[in-house]
């Protein structure tokens, strides 16, 4: 019987993508696999179909020559070892029956690394700034000291397993597949333990409070996350554990606010101070302090920069911006209700051209 085309078997396109080939043939293992029919030849011989069909289209090279040329052009086209596609099969069947290499290759698994952790540290804003030594208190899995990870209670009672020989799968024929699962007993590790070790029951691994000291650096901002190498959860058998990731959160303050690297603050003057000038003695985030020189006729919103106090980054020392704002007194002694209305008398407070201007534009837009 002459064979079916190819794109026909798995029902896509000739146009089909890598990706659209490899879910087609996903789905017809899925669909004819001999696990979900047993003794049904059909249903064998339509997987197996599907899985030399997919040997050609999923490589570039045979897909080519199988458009140009048909079945003549990949003679004995069917699934072999040595095939470049043949690993995914055994990742796609894998997947989906939950087993190891559906194909009886020996694939043991090693001991596997520590999963990573992840932290909330909240700080405040001068630490933000400044940087700081945080103490961090974490619980975590940490590899036995006693038996350092094998589980065992000495080297001596750690044995290959008895049940896949070391290999960490167990085959059985099925069809015209050799299949391969995960060895129960060592659960793919291959080795088996005759006394498990006292403090950790076998496990090789133990879950501890801990303690330790992270260095937070200068110019940290909410979101930025700090990697610090092997201080996650203990890898499997003595594997490396995984990582600790530091996520900042910093704390609002009462006077300053953070914009990149500069720091904004705002500083109430009173309408004197603003007329006449002044100095203002700030204090500083994280102390010291600076004068800030207020020029006379200043108003309210106006923006002054002292130069290098900032936040430091990679990049350089931002600045502080410091934002006056007139407070207008909401209680008046008798002496300073005289004192206005003598200023008001003089003229001096009177509205510029361009002031009386715009005045007059929302007066009319509200007429």
């Known amino acids: 019987m002459a064979k079916r085309d190819y794109y026909e078997v798995l029902g896509v396109t000739r146009q089909a993508t890598a990706d659209e080939i490899k879910a087609a043939y996903r789905k017809a293992a899925v669909k004819h696999h001999p696990d979900k029919n047993p003794g049904d030849k059909k249903a064998e011989e339509l997987f197996k179909e599907a899985a030399e069909a997919y040997s050609v289209l999923s490589d570039p090279e045979k897909r080519g020559r199988y458009d140009r040329l048909g079945h003549e052009g990949v003679p004995g086209a069917a699934p072999s070892f040595d095939d470049a596609a043949f690993g995914d099969f055994a990742d796609i069947l894998g997947d989906l029956f939950g087993f190891g290499d559906p194909f009886g290759r020996s694939r043991r698994r090693g001991p596997r690394r520590g999963t990573d952790l992840g932290y909330d540290l909240e700080i405040s804003l001068e630490e933000a700034v400044f940087g700081k030594d945080a103490e961090l208190h974490l619980t975590r899995t940490l590899t036995c000291t006693e038996c350092r990870g094998s589980g065992a209670k000495s080297p001596e009672d750690v044995v290959t397993c008895p049940s896949c020989h070391g290999s960490g799968q167990l085959t059985f024929q099925q069809g015209f597949l050799t299949i391969a699962r995960t060895c129960s007993t060592c659960r793919g590790t291959?080795?088996?333990?005759?006394?498990?070790?006292?403090?950790?029951?076998?496990?090789?691994?133990?879950?501890?409070?801990?303690?330790?000291?992270?260095?937070?650096?200068?110019?940290?901002?909410?979101?930025?996350?700090?990697?610090?190498?092997?201080?996650?959860?203990?890898?499997?058998?003595?594997?490396?554990?995984?990582?600790?990731?530091?996520v900042i959160h910093?704390?609002?303050?009462?006077?300053?606010?953070?914009?990149?690297?500069?720091?904004?603050?705002?500083?109430?003057?009173?309408?004197?101070?603003?007329?006449?000038?002044?100095?203002?003695?700030?204090?500083?985030?994280?102390?010291?302090?600076?004068?800030?020189?207020?020029?006379?006729?200043?108003?309210?919103?106006?923006?002054?920069?002292?130069?290098?106090?900032?936040?430091k980054d990679g990049s350089g020392v931002g600045d502080l911006r410091v934002r006056a704002i007139i407070r207008t007194p909401a209680r008046l002694s008798k002496e300073g209700k005289k004192a206005l209305q003598k200023l008001a008398e003089t003229g001096d407070e009177a509205l510029s051209e361009e002031d009386r201007s715009l005045f007059g534009k929302v007066k009319d837009l509200f007429s």
């Open 190 to 246: 291959g080795r088996s333990i005759k006394k498990p070790c006292p403090q950790c029951r076998g496990a090789g691994q133990i879950r501890k409070d801990s303690k330790m000291t992270v260095k937070i650096p200068p110019g940290v901002d909410t979101g930025n996350r700090l990697r610090v190498r092997g201080e996650g959860e203990a890898g499997e058998a003595g594997a490396p554990s995984g990582d600790l990731y530091v």
């Open 250 to 311: 910093v704390r609002d303050h009462p006077r300053f606010t953070r914009d990149g690297r500069h720091l904004r603050c705002e500083v109430p003057i009173t309408f004197s101070q603003a007329a006449l000038g002044t100095e203002i003695h700030l204090p500083l985030l994280g102390g010291g302090a600076v004068d800030v020189k207020i020029p006379p006729g200043t108003q309210t919103g106006t923006e002054f920069r002292v130069r290098g106090h900032g936040i």
